[in-house]
């Protein structure tokens, strides 16, 4: 039996076929088309009738919450690489690191990835941050910007001077503007970035925040009183024009201010305050017997240092929880360009700089000194473990001492 005679029994047999799912299949085929044709048409109507609407800006603003959906992880920090200018400023924003300058804003992930890059010509650019958002603002222009951890979402200007900014959790913003009107007005937008009050105050605006959750604004003024001025606090309701509290203190100038969940924490050039939503202050820590030379407000924890003597050379350094606990208060005979505090309080409780060298505050209030090999560092920013060590040409992550063997 040669190949010609040879048959294939599988050409001899009918492929079986099931008549429920071939109706099933074509009835899926007909939805698919008609769905096709429904998104076609859906299209073609909304570039038609609403064609106006469709903008770059609301392009972005679907994008918003893409960040949302990327958790950071607990991977430690690649080397970044940048060229960064004297003015340059740093800040962490998602577990990753944000610089910018009168140029540009620049964003770089754990991986030392630049996922941001924007030319921004802020003329005295200032940033505040939230979980989700951070705010990009130029102090005495007009110009400010939003961004998340991959992109741009808006860049807008105001009518009036901005003096400073705040954005919360969701996005709610406040921007305190000078005013022809009055001399300062607080501008707050809504989660969609449109303008739902205007809260107008005739007394020196220096700094605002606003609650995580976007629902409370606390605003901090200098109110001129004879030869002094005066701190007025004011808390308010977004989208209420009713105040919460308002709150006088003689003698007192506000320099910072930062909202928690579940208050805030206002530094003054006499102390540190913590207060709760209702104007009530839950703890203070007074500055006797010592100059205010460089301050941070942390996540977790709260870092001030001052100099003690004329010469600058014995220093203060202050550390304190976010209820307003001190876990430090110790006298330092160095000179210090510059304190950071703490994410991590089991870690560090914080980290003081000089020129060519940071010092590292342990939680049994011990220090750790590291000196860098090359370079000026420019700043310290902490994170769960270590701290980024920022310089001109790059930045590196510092751990403890244990990272120099």
């Not at 942390?298 to 014995?314: C, F, I, K, P």
């Amino acid at each position: 039996m040669n190949d010609n005679d040879r048959v294939n029994v599988a050409d001899r047999i009918a492929p079986r076929v099931n008549r429920y799912y071939l109706k099933v299949s074509r009835q899926c085929m007909i939805a698919g088309i008609a769905l096709l044709v429904v998104f076609v048409a859906y299209v073609v109507f909304v570039a038609s009738f609403f064609g106006e609407y469709i903008t770059y800006d609301n392009l972005r603003y679907l994008v918003r919450d893409w960040n949302a959906m990327t958790v950071p992880g607990n991977q430690e920090f690649t080397d970044i690489v940048y060229t960064a200018a004297r003015n340059t400023r740093f800040t962490t924003f998602r577990s990753g690191l944000a610089l910018y300058d009168s140029e540009k804003y620049s964003y770089y992930d754990e991986s030392g990835i630049c996922l941001i890059e924007d030319d921004t010509g802020y003329a005295d650019p200032a940033s505040s941050s939230s979980a989700r958002y951070l705010l990009l603002y130029d102090i005495g222009g007009t110009g400010y910007s939003l961004y998340n951890q991959l992109t741009k979402i808006i860049s807008r200007n105001t009518d009036r001077a901005i003096i400073t900014g705040d954005v919360a959790d969701d996005g709610t913003m406040v921007l305190v503007t000078r005013s022809r009107e009055t001399k300062f007005v607080a501008e707050v937008y809504n989660s969609a970035f449109t303008k739902i009050m205007n809260i107008y105050k005739e007394n020196y605006v220096l700094d605002a925040a606003i609650s995580p959750d976007g629902n409370t604004v606390i605003i901090c003024s200098a109110v001129p009183a004879e030869t002094d001025f005066n701190l007025e606090v004011e808390i308010l309701r977004t989208g209420s024009s009713e105040r919460t509290a308002r709150m006088t203190y003689e003698h007192t100038m506000p320099l910072d201010i930062r909202a928690y969940e579940n208050g805030f924490v206002l530094l003054c050039d006499n102390g540190l305050y913590f207060f709760d939503y209702e104007g009530h202050i839950n703890q203070s820590t007074a500055f006797d017997g010592m100059t205010l030379a460089s301050a941070d407000i942390g996540d977790s924890t709260v870092a001030v240092a001052g100099q003690v003597n004329a010469l600058g050379s014995e220093n203060r350094i202050i550390v304190c929880s976010l209820d307003g606990t001190v876990l430090y208060d110790q006298t330092i005979e160095e000179r210090i360009s510059g304190i950071t505090a703490s994410v991590n309080p089991d870690d560090a409780l914080a980290y003081t700089r000089t020129a060519n060298s940071i010092t590292k505050i342990l939680p049994d209030k011990t220090a750790e000194v590291h000196h860098p090999e090359s370079g000026e560092i420019i700043a310290v920013i902490a994170r769960q473990k270590g701290a980024l060590v920022c310089r001109e040409s790059g930045a590196y992550i510092w751990v403890g001492n244990e990272s120099d063997e």
